[in-house]
Structures are given as C-alpha cells and as structure tokens.
C-alpha cells in the first residue's frame, strides 16, 4: 500500500532553518504530485507547496514563498522541504501529500491529494 513518512520536523530558534523529508513507497512515485500542507489545531489544513512529476513546475504558497523550496528526488522516491527564515507562526504540523491525477497546473486542494503522512511538528521558538 502507499505510505508517506515525514522526518525531519523539530524545535528551531527563528531564523533558523529546517529540511522536512518525506520518503514514499508502494506508488509509482514519478507519476505524482506531490506537496506539502500544514495544518494548526482546529485550523483547516493550508497549502504549502508542490511540484508536479518532472520537477519541472513548482508553486509556493504566498506565506512562503522566498522562504520556503519544495524538492524531489524520483530516484530516492523522496520529496523535501527546505524552509529558511522560519517564524514562530510557522509553528504547526507538517503533511506530505500525493496526488494521483494528471492535472493541468499543481492543486492546492487537500482534496485532490489522495495520499497523506502521518505528519511532523515543526516549533519555531522566539
């Protein structure tokens, strides 16, 4: 079956940076799109970024964008994200998230991500 597995996730003074790794299995990894959202307590899950197959075509969320880089690798089956300047309002957990679908352009709907990890907590310290 598909999994997801997030790492990299931690405790970081801000300013400070973090790569958030998530490795996948049981998909035919360079066929997805995959992204990143997260999510706070009783908030609805946000859009992060995604990169389509290829690597080719990214999109970053304004709240990131300069900040944040998503990242694949189709030989490791790994996508990353390396977030920079990191605030204490980035402070929430982080999901890998796989779309099936081909689509034209990257969603940044939850729903159209069919695949999701368990997530990793990310705390950004003042």
């Known amino acids: 079956q598909v999994q997801l597995v997030e790492s990299g996730g931690g405790l970081v003074q801000a300013g400070g940076s973090l790569r958030l790794s998530c490795a996948a299995s049981?998909?035919?990894?360079?066929?997805?799109?995959m992204a990143w959202f997260r999510q706070a307590p009783g908030k609805e899950r946000e859009f992060v970024a995604a990169?389509?197959?290829?690597?080719?075509?990214?999109y970053h969320a304004d709240s990131v964008k300069g900040r944040f880089t998503i990242s694949r690798d189709n030989v490791k089956n790994m996508v990353y994200l390396q977030m920079n300047s990191l605030k204490p309002e980035d402070t929430v957990v982080y999901y890998c998230?796989?779309?099936?679908?081909?689509?034209?352009?990257?969603?940044?709907?939850?729903?159209?991500?069919?695949?999701w990890g368990q997530g990793t907590q990310v705390t950004v310290s003042s």
């Open positions: 998230a796989a779309d099936p679908t081909p689509r034209f352009g990257l969603s940044r709907n939850q729903y159209d991500y069919a695949y």
């Open positions: 049981g998909l035919t990894f360079s066929s997805y799109t």
């Open positions: 990169i389509n197959w290829s690597a080719g075509n990214t």
